[in-house]
């Protein structure tokens, strides 16, 4: 797996000091730390992998079981949600990854001698950092968005049971899936508002980045 690679290289020591005026110490266990996260997040992209894969599977059996009518609408509702939020969760692993591997380039830039460009390498690592951590926040709304939409059609089936004749949902049965879409409809307003603070923030580097004469 490419990420491996990546991950492996990342994960070498530290061949150079750390700059001038800079903490040894401070260095070594701010990128030691980091690059353990790093590790932590290529492992839940591979996790999330697999978890897509098993839910693909199982979306292609219970969707030809649908299509002859020989399972309940519900259980295929469920099941194409668990296939989509599975794969909306292996992009935004992807992407987080992808946000950590830059942090852990700004500290490595930041804690090695300097050299003539390296100011602006660290100014372009915060920029893919930024530009990662926004589009894993759109991720997480879509997510949301997702989420509340399957909630609010298996809320309303579960109210169509509790109400029907044979009572087969219970009222605490409604009271969970009303919780549930709640519960979502409170992620998507943070997601939102955390996506909102990461455009400014990176409209915000745009702009200390450019230069008198480019502005």
């Known amino acids: 797996m490419a990420w491996r690679v990546v991950i492996a290289v990342l ?3 530290a061949l150079v000091p750390c700059a001038a005026g800079a903490d040894d110490a401070v260095c070594v266990a701010l990128l030691e730390d980091e ?3 790093l ?3 290529a492992l839940e992209v591979e996790l999330a992998e697999a978890r897509l894969a098993a839910f693909e599977k199982i979306y292609a059996l219970i969707d030809g079981l649908w299509k002859h009518e020989a399972i309940e609408r519900l259980i295929w509702l469920e099941v194409r949600h668990d296939r989509d939020g599975a794969r909306l969760e292996l992009e935004r692993a992807r992407l987080i990854l992808d946000r950590q591997q830059s942090l852990v380039e700004r500290l490595r830039l930041a804690c090695v001698a300097s050299d003539g460009d390296r100011a602006q390498k660290i100014r372009e690592a915060r920029r893919r950092y930024l530009q990662a951590d ?6 997480a709304v879509e997510a949301a968005k997702l989420h509340i939409a399957f909630g609010r059609e298996w809320l309303g089936s579960i109210r169509a049971l509790r109400e029907g004749s044979t009572g087969t949902a219970t009222a605490q049965d409604v009271i969970l899936a009303e919780l549930d879409v709640e519960l979502e409809e409170r992620r998507l307003t943070d997601a939102r508002a955390h996506t909102e603070a990461c455009r400014e923030a990176i409209a915000s580097a745009e702009g200390q980045g450019k230069t008198p004469s480019s502005r």
């Open 11 to 13: 994960l070498l020591p």
């Open 35 to 37: 690059r353990i996260q």
């Open 39 to 41: 590790a932590d997040y």
């Open 134 to 139: 926004c589009d894993q926040q759109a991720k």
